[in-house]
């Protein structure tokens, strides 16, 4: 069983097209995020939710928008997609926030966007 | 600002010991976390340390001296699966992880 699934893993589109992707969480976990990683290998915090409520939301073109429909689940959509947008983008989630020692990381896969 | 600071790629023989170190600058401190992440895969947890000193874990070792902002990772006793890229990541007092860029390891025969 797989602790964090996201799809698609890969993902090809043209540029102005509108696309998602899904996480979805079986650990019980309170919190999710989104990361986004770059051909240069930095992972970068975009959104955080925890149980459905958006916490953290960095500056993030609001072409990005994540939705949680419950806990167990946080997807990404992204509108008018641009070239700059393609990296890997990775969902994990943690048991919770406030706890230092319960924010270990479990990571999905990640889905690799490429944007021709 | 806050950052964290970690060699791009170090390179090491397979069987030897191989240290990488990680400085950061954070507002607050809540911990300091290792990942280990292979091509094309996801990173995976790997240590965590709060208080100073040395935690071991296997062949894995992870080192927190907070006063100086310092944090190491040692591996013993190489082996090619060890070929991959450690990442520093330290939890600034929002309990926000500040991430380093990364550190390929390169292991060689």
């Known amino acids: 069983d797989t602790a964090v699934s996201q799809t698609p893993k890969y993902l090809v589109t043209q540029m102005g097209n509108d696309k998602s992707i899904k996480c979805e969480q079986n650990l019980g976990h309170d919190t999710m995020y989104w990361y986004k990683q770059d051909s240069k290998k930095f992972l970068k915090i975009m959104f955080s939710y925890n149980n459905k409520e958006l916490i953290i939301n960095e500056t993030v073109p609001n072409r990005f928008s994540p939705k949680s429909p419950d806990k167990a689940h946080l997807n990404l959509h992204i509108n008018s997609l641009e070239l700059g947008d393609s990296a890997v983008y990775f969902c994990?989630?943690?048991?919770?926030?406030?706890?230092?020692?319960?924010?270990?990381?479990?990571f999905g896969a990640g889905s690799r966007l490429t944007v021709l | 600002g806050q950052n964290i600071d970690q060699p791009t790629e170090m390179t090491a023989t397979e069987g030897a010991i191989v240290q990488i170190n990680c400085t950061y600058q954070t507002s607050g401190f809540n911990g300091l976390f290792w990942y280990q992440q292979h091509a094309g895969e996801a990173p995976t947890f790997l240590s965590y340390?709060?208080l100073d000193g040395l935690e071991e874990k296997g062949r894995f070792s992870s080192f927190l001296s907070r006063s100086k902002g310092y944090s190491y990772l040692l591996l013993k006793e190489l082996q090619m699966k060890d070929s991959a890229s450690y990442l520093c990541a330290a939890m600034d007092s929002n309990y926000q992880l500040i991430w380093g860029a990364g550190t390929k390891l390169i292991i060689k025969p």
């Open positions: 994990a989630s943690s048991l919770g926030l406030q706890d230092s020692g319960a924010n270990v990381l479990t």
């Open positions: 340390n709060v």
